[in-house]
């Protein structure tokens, strides 16, 4: 009796590297989660020294971290949109590692050559067409 080479689990089924997309979106998932934790650490460390002092009123914290509030709206109404909206996209990047940077210079590197060779024929092509036509 043969053997079966898919064995009991059924067909292997590869799975096919990370796109980039896929990677930001995993990366962006990722900040989402860590944020809230680096959130309460700061506020954290800020109501730090009032819970010594044991204040126990939430209006007193109310009225405390409204020049804070206020800051921040100044802030955002200075700060253009546009700076904004550019740090946002810039933490979306994806950043290649030394690996693949070596490896797509390298193609960069390639294809100019072969381009470069490419525009050279066919202008050497074209002059001696040119001189054998128009220059005859």
Known sequence: MARSTQGRRGPRIRKSAPTVREK??????????????RIRRVTGQVSAPFKKLQIRDKGFYKYVSAPFRLLRKVLRWL??????NSWRELRQVYWPNRRETWRLTLAVFVFAIVFGALVAGVDKGLDEVFKKVVLK
């Open 24 to 37: 930001v979106e995993a990366s962006r998932l990722k900040n989402e989660v860590e944020r809230p934790k």
């Open 79 to 84: 700060v253009p949109r546009y700076f904004i």
